[in-house]
């Protein structure tokens, strides 16, 4: 059951999200404006997703080059430390994992020390113990998210990182802590926001909101942008929402857009703290650049979970990509593919199993995105794109299988060909391009768990830069 703190209630709370993602970019200068005409009480930050997909948690890398996460921290730790607020940062390395946290870590010290900075950092790690996660299935303590399989002690194994998704306590806990900057693991991208005003007391329910809407920067603006800042003042029964440049405005319709943002219902969201029920907030225009948000709440979860997130090793990719354009050859495409898997599995019997290896075709401008829309034989279109996906047990059976498919297609007959020549237009060469290692989600789940348990699951720990 979510419990939020009851400090002494400020008159209002006022707050920038940087950018959608730090890295993504902002305007530095419209930041530095409104810090020195405006009172804030902190920054905040989201610095990474699940979007970009499982690679980055499994690999423990970023999906954001270190110089742009430098260029936007940099800017967001001097703008906060000048100003004396707190800066808070969630999901720090894309995926939150250890190692992405400590990559982050680095370029935050890089920065301190050609700034000459001194502050107090708190970090909070995200990382779960297995042990722990292997308990709780064994005590049926683990419910799958939608469309995704029951957990097994082999996929909590597999995982090369595991990570629970933090709400708002531990930021609260480290913000007590008198930390000047947090960086926090994998973290719910509200927490990072909420935290500050429910520890003051402020309505959970419109905090919440209002950080739903903050943490994409100004995605919630016209013209939309995650490369800009918002900030946030938040009342005791409303918020507002504006965007920093000048060259931007928010509407009813545009922050009412983003309350929709991923979420698969249209008068309620869910956060770790419970459900944020929508179905009587409403939207005005507050000035010609500012929303105003009313009527948000929170119902509180009725059990405590964590959302965990982990990877394994799938295998390795190899892909080449070609272009199609004879008409012909488009519309018995379907018979074309089926005769190159077959000819592949035949040419590598006794080299290489089908249990192997995988191998797809994406053919955009046909059915590539959304595979579910049938195509007309009467209506094909003038070309497509052909992508040619391996992913194999090694990068060595994945460039095998790529480059037989690749010359299989290329001169594969078909029904009423008259030519010889070959079927695909390669744009570049080498044709042939190897994607590395591949990483799926084998873990995708809630744990359910106690109060006492969901505090000692993420560390804290504090240190002077």
Known sequence: MFEFCAMKILKSINYISACGILGYGFSAE?????????????????AGSSDPGPY???????????AQTKRDLSYALTGALNSKLPLIIGSAGGSGAKPHLESFLEILR?????KSLHFKLAVIYADIDRNIVAEALKKNMIIPCENVHNLTAENISQATNLV????????????????DVIIAGRSCDTAIFAAYPIMHGYDPGLA?????????????????????????HLGEDHFIVEPLSLERICTPESVAAHSLYEQPQPQCFFEPEGKINMRNS?????????????????????ESTIKLEGARLAGYRSLTIAGMRDPLEIRNLDAIQQSVRENVAKNLKGILDESRYSLRFLRYGLDAVNPYIGNSSQNYPDEIGLLIDVIAASQAEADLVVSLARSTAL?????????TAGNLAFPFSPSDFRGGAVYEFSVYH????SGKEKEGLFKIKLMEV
Not at 110 to 114: D, F, L, M, N, R
Request: aromatic fraction near 8%.
């Open 30 to 46: 419209n930041m530095d404006f409104a810090l020195q005409n405006g009172k804030w009480n902190f920054i905040g930050a989201d």
């Open 110 to 114: 890089e920065i301190a020390a050609e």
């Open 446 to 449: 809630l744990m359910k768990v």
């Open 164 to 179: 629970g998704q933090m709400g708002t306590e531990p930021f609260i806990k480290a913000l007590k802590s008198g930390a």
């Open 282 to 302: 409403v939207f005005t225009q507050h000035d010609n650049r500012s929303v105003k948000v009313s009527g948000s709440r929170l119902e509180p979860a009725a």
């Open 411 to 419: 001169h594969q007959s078909f029904p009423g060909r008259k030519t």
């Open 56 to 66: 980055y948690l499994g690999s423990g890398t970023g999906f954001v080059k270190p």
């Open 208 to 232: 919440l909101h209002a950080a739903k809407i903050a943490e994409c920067g100004a995605l919630c603006a016209i013209p939309a942008g995650a490369n800009d800042s918002v900030g946030v």
